[in-house]
């Protein structure tokens, strides 16, 4: 049986919404073949944080090691999906250590539906964020990358990010803004392979899971 395969990327363009104080995807054609040109060519502008993309250690550490530092197969490999219910009062969403605690991890990449962040082209704070012990708990269970359908592991307007933080200290590699909402809970390949930038601090990533062979 032919293998199936989830994208879980955003699509990027003018209405791909950003943080706010992001650089936004713009996008300009500056040869076109209806003018006259050879070929047609375009130029784009934006954050390397906009839409689906790895988060680099040193996104938020000094001396953490830059995205073309990363070893590949980190974003290669077996991965476990699952849906997690946030909670919390007064708007604000959390993923706790309890919620992950129930979870039935048999992979090194996790991947968190929280079904926060609906849209693409609006950008809202309301997104479920991660709790640091609950970043304990998935290190503890050997987790080495985290995935989750929302901007950020963190709240929108944390100046501290302490799940950031976590991440870091525990050795756990970070994907943000995938798009899970289509993909049954279960075991996957992913692959999310970042650009090959020099000295980034992230990289937009193509997403993807293949269903796992019998």
Do not use: W
Not at 34 to 58: F, L, Q
Not at 123 to 134: M, V
């Amino acid at each position: 049986m032919k293998q199936r395969y989830y994208d879980l990327s955003m699509p990027l363009c003018e209405k791909t919404a950003s943080f706010p104080s992001d650089t936004p995807f713009s996008r300009v054609e500056t040869m076109r073949m209806t003018d006259g040109d050879v070929c047609n060519v375009t130029a784009i502008t934006m954050s390397v944080h906009v839409g689906t993309h790895v988060d680099a250690p040193y996104h938020y550490d000094e001396q953490g090691m830059r995205i073309d530092e990363v070893a590949l197969d980190r974003y290669m490999g077996k991965a476990h999906v699952f849906t997690v219910m946030s909670r919390g009062g007064d708007g604000v969403q959390v993923i706790s250590a309890d919620d992950v605690q129930r979870l039935d991890i048999s992979a090194e990449r996790v991947l968190l539906r929280t079904l926060t962040y609906p849209e693409y082209d609006a950008f809202h704070a309301n997104f479920a964020s991660i709790a640091p012990d609950a970043i304990d708990v998935l290190a503890e269970r050997g987790v080495r990358l985290i995935g989750v359908d929302t901007p950020s592991v963190d709240e929108a307007t944390s100046k501290t990010l302490p799940a950031h933080a976590r991440c870091r200290e525990r050795g756990i590699l970070i994907l943000e803004n995938l798009r899970l909402e289509h993909v049954p809970d279960g075991i996957y390949e992913l692959i999310a392979l970042p650009l090959r930038i020099i000295g980034g601090d992230a990289s937009p990533v193509r997403a993807v899971l293949r269903e796992c062979s019998e």
